[in-house]
């Protein structure tokens, strides 16, 4: 079955402006969490959804937002860009439960300028 | 989540046993530990994970001590494309993986 899709790969935008990228989870996951990337804090959790709803937010400023769909897609939204949000964004989907396994998306890199 | 300690790098010759140590002193009864890991530049790939019992996949085998602070990730057979970051983490029932600095494994011919 397809993996988890993440658009767009890679994308540049300037400091102010803000980004949307979008997460298709595995076909049947409830679950998408978001995490981001960078050579200096490594990986950190974001936010995780499950049936539209938040259930778990890590320590992100709110410019850091998101949401899902009703198909379990979800979305995430960055706005006023800083150039410290220059980042490998991934997103990962699970059935949901606590202690599922998650299965992570090639990423979104994401370059401010 | 319970801190998890794991060596930074590691040398391992291609065709034999690959074994990663991962400390986690203050797990707690109900704590997971899983391992992913994640090749340059792609997303972290699930390994395996054990609550008490030791556990064997295709991937790998997570051999995990008795009082349940420390665990080993054995990787049978390496070949290079075992070539990667190792992560040990230890989960908790709150929906998250929390990724530690991990272990930069590097396997050579």
């Known amino acids: 079955k397809a993996g988890v899709t993440q658009t767009p790969r890679y994308l540049i935008k300037t400091r102010g402006q803000q980004v949307t990228l979008s997460c298709s989870p595995i076909?049947?996951?409830?679950?998408v969490s978001w995490y981001q990337q960078t050579p200096g804090q490594g990986l950190q959790f974001l936010f995780e959804?499950?049936?539209?709803?938040?259930?778990n937010k890590g320590n992100f400023p709110g410019r850091f937002s998101g949401r899902q769909f009703s198909n379990s897609r979800s979305e995430m939204n960055v706005s006023t860009l800083e150039l410290g949000d220059s980042a490998l964004y991934l997103c990962?989907?699970?059935?949901?439960?606590?202690?599922?396994?998650?299965?992570f998306g090639e990423g979104s890199r994401l370059t401010v300028l | 989540d319970a801190k998890t300690t794991q060596p930074t790098s590691m040398d391992c010759a291609e065709g034999r046993a690959a074994n990663l140590p991962c400390n986690h002193s203050t797990i707690s009864g109900n704590e997971y530990v899983y391992w992913y890991r994640q090749i340059h530049s792609q997303g972290p790939q699930y390994i395996i994970h054990g609550l008490k019992n030791n556990e064997t996949n295709e991937m790998a085998s997570l051999i995990i001590t008795e009082d349940r602070k420390s665990s080993t990730l054995i990787l049978p057979h390496a070949t290079l494309r075992d070539t990667a970051v190792y992560y040990c983490?230890?989960?908790?029932?709150?929906?998250?993986?929390?990724f530690g600095a991990g272990t930069t494994v590097t396997v050579r011919a």
């Open positions: 076909s049947g996951h409830r679950s």
């Open positions: 983490i230890v989960r908790s029932d709150d929906y998250k993986l929390s």
């Open positions: 959804y499950f049936s539209e709803t938040q259930r």
């Open positions: 990962a989907s699970s059935l949901g439960s606590k202690t599922g396994e998650l299965f």
